[in-house]
Nanobody
């Protein structure tokens, strides 16, 4: 069964850091691009970071809102993708999800079901 499980969220003060994990089961993450999404209350889900498959040389892409603060990476040995989030802001508060996709382009197709996500709350 193809499944992705997100973890690592929590409550953090503005300026703080968190590292989210996206662990895969039932398939090999390295064969796919992996996208981190987030959904804030009352807003649509948005893609914020993507790492391409090894065939795509593991290239990374970021939304402007997180560029320079977030870093996406993968550990193929652990079949896990990470999202390191630094300099967190209250507007980063959202539920964070990961998904496997056919690529990092906007028209790419999601190939894994949505997981439960992990809540990130940035507040003093």
């Amino acid at each position: 069964q193809v499944q992705l499980v997100e973890s690592g969220g929590g409550l953090v003060q503005p300026g703080g850091s968190l590292r989210l994990s996206c662990a895969a089961s039932g398939f090999t993450l390295d064969y796919y691009s992996i996208i981190w999404f987030r959904q804030a209350p009352g807003k649509e889900r948005e893609g914020i970071a993507c790492i391409s498959s090894s065939d795509g040389e593991g290239s990374t892409y970021y939304a402007d809102s997180v560029k320079g603060r977030f870093t996406i990476s993968r550990d193929n040995a652990k079949n896990t993708v990470y999202l390191q989030m630094n300099s967190l802001k209250p507007e980063d508060t959202a539920v964070y999800y990961c998904a496997a996709a056919s690529g990092c382009a906007a028209a790419s197709r999601r190939v894994s079901p949505w997981g439960q996500g992990t809540q990130v709350t940035v507040s003093s």
